[in-house]
């Protein structure tokens, strides 16, 4: 398979595989100061020209996670993307949803106060680089059992766009157009620092030695053609997870 990126280890003598235990709970990056006498946070030193301005740019980087084919999202991982408290992060929410440019589901979850913010059909035409085949939020289409999986994979962008990578599509967007070139669809497409092209996947169940055998295969097939170059998991269960890739024994290449 050819490969832009070189230098790093593999998993069961595949070199295009790269593992990586991730926690499968997180805590807001933005801790506010306890002792206020001492040190005081860097917005309470800004001019109101200042905090208006970078009130507009977090705003900004939100509607840009979500109209890039994210759709919605949880206050709690918004709070996560603009490293700021979810005290802070609500009102911005309230006052999108005010404005049309959001809309709020909350009942997506059932015996849950959860709420998820998605992006309306006015919010896309006002985000210069919404992506065209992103779709907007629907309240009531989203299913709990897939809702787990849609913020680790939200969590995982958002902290490997803080080390340096770039150009992410999700996997929504990968499963219209994009289907009819990519038989295995991945959690997501990502271009590393080193410009390497690599495929994401996110595995918080590991799957069974049929089905790894399968996705390996498809990865391997689309890697052949120049897709990209690499695949990385992301795992809770990095022991199992690397288990289950030794028991994949061979694959049946067309």
């Given at each position: 398979?050819?490969?832009?990126?070189?230098?790093?280890?593999?998993?069961?003598?595949?070199?295009?595989?790269?593992?990586?235990?991730?926690?499968?709970?997180?805590?807001?990056?933005?801790?506010?100061?306890?002792?206020?006498?001492?040190?005081?946070?860097?917005?309470?030193?800004?001019?109101?020209?200042?905090?208006?301005?970078?009130?507009?740019?977090?705003?900004?980087?939100?509607?840009?996670?979500?109209?890039?084919g994210e759709v919605f999202t949880t206050v709690a991982m918004a709070a996560e993307l603009l490293q700021i408290s979810e005290q802070t992060v609500q009102p911005m929410l309230k006052r999108l949803v005010a404005e049309q440019i959001l809309r709020v589901d909350t009942k997506a979850v059932p015996f849950s106060k959860l709420k998820l913010y998605g992006i309306t059909v006015h919010g896309l035409a006002l985000t210069e680089s919404a992506d065209p085949k992103c779709n907007e939020f629907r309240v009531g289409r989203t299913k709990p059992g897939f809702l787990g999986h849609h913020l680790d994979c939200q969590f995982v962008r958002i902290v490997m766009q803080r080390n340096g990578w770039t150009n992410w599509v999700p996997d929504k967007l990968l499963r219209g157009e994009n289907s009819k070139r990519l038989n295995t669809i991945p959690d997501g497409l990502a271009t590393m620092p080193?410009?390497?092209?690599?495929?994401?996947?996110?595995?918080?169940?590991?799957?069974?030695?049929?089905?790894?055998?399968d996705m390996v295969a498809g990865h391997i097939h689309q890697m052949v053609k120049g897709h990209y170059s690499?695949?990385?998991?992301?795992?809770?269960?990095?022991?199992?997870?690397?288990?289950?890739?030794?028991?994949?024994?061979?694959?049946?290449?067309?």
């Open positions: 398979a050819p490969s832009a990126c070189r230098g790093q280890r593999g998993v069961a003598n595949a070199p295009f595989v790269r593992t990586i235990q991730v926690r499968k709970t997180f805590k807001p990056v933005y801790q506010r100061e306890t002792n206020m006498s001492t040190k005081l946070h860097p917005a309470l030193k800004m001019t109101y020209a200042q905090k208006i301005e970078r009130a507009a740019h977090k705003r900004a980087v939100l509607l840009d996670f979500l109209a890039s080193d410009g390497c092209r690599v495929a994401v996947e996110i595995e918080l169940n590991i799957k069974s030695k049929p089905r790894m055998t690499k695949v990385y998991f992301f795992t809770p269960h990095l022991a199992a997870l690397k288990r289950v890739f030794k028991s994949v024994e061979a694959i049946k290449m067309d």
